[in-house]
């Protein structure tokens, strides 16, 4: 498994985001029965100006948001509430999954508005992060159900409480 990150806020050295992120990635593809030797993606951890122009750019919405992914490949499946399309393998057997960004502030911001501890904030959003790259989403009820449920099951393989309990769904 590769999971290359880029650490430009150095803020989330002392949440162990290398960690945590490796953890949630090596859970998000033993739940999806992928290899995690043959998976790679790249993440991002910046702060909130970063991931604002990114947002702006590449979203049209000019202000900060917790995550952000880039999928390699589309893998969703068009119809709601479907699992997405199975990642192909390039012909040296690896899966390219696609790009995450983090934003420090509004991670933080939002585990202490919600009384969660960063890391386990952190380890959601990069597991949802990794779902978007997957071809999972949350655009429509169905699609919002499967990809939550997948990252409450993701998450308690982690040890960690369900993030939607008690929260407004996404």
Same mark, same amino acid.
């Given at each position: ?9 150095? !803020?989330?050295?002392? /949440?162990?985001?290398? =960690? ?10 033993? @739940? ?5 030797? %043959? /998976? $790679? ?17 590449? @979203? *049209? ?17 068009? /119809?709601?509430? !479907?699992?997405?399309?199975?990642? #192909?393998?390039?012909?040296? *057997? $690896? ?13 933080? !911001?939002?585990?202490? $508005?919600? *009384? ?9 959003? /990069? ?19 499967? %990809? $939550?449920?997948? #990252?409450?099951? =993701?998450? *308690? !393989? ?13």
């Amino acid at each position: 498994m590769s999971l290359d990150i880029v650490m430009e806020d150095l !803020r989330w050295q002392t /949440v162990g985001l290398d =960690v945590l992120a490796a953890r949630a990635e090596a859970a998000t593809c033993a @739940r999806l029965g992928l290899d995690p030797d %043959m /998976v $790679e993606a790249s993440l991002l951890a910046c702060d909130d100006a970063r991931i604002a122009v990114l947002n702006t750019r590449f @979203r *049209g919405k000019p202000a900060p948001t917790n995550v952000l992914s880039w999928p390699a490949v589309d893998l969703s499946p068009g /119809v709601p509430g !479907r699992d997405p399309h199975p990642p #192909e393998p390039d012909p040296g *057997g $690896e899966i390219a999954l696609g790009d995450i960004a983090i934003a420090y502030e509004t991670c933080a !911001r939002e585990a202490a $508005e919600s *009384g969660k501890a960063l890391a386990d904030h952190a380890t959601h959003l /990069v597991v949802h992060g990794l779902l978007h790259l997957l071809g999972y989403d949350h655009e429509s009820d169905a699609d919002a159900a499967l %990809m $939550e449920g997948l #990252e409450i099951e =993701v998450l *308690g !393989r982690l040890g960690l409480d369900d993030p939607y309990r008690n929260a407004e769904r996404a």
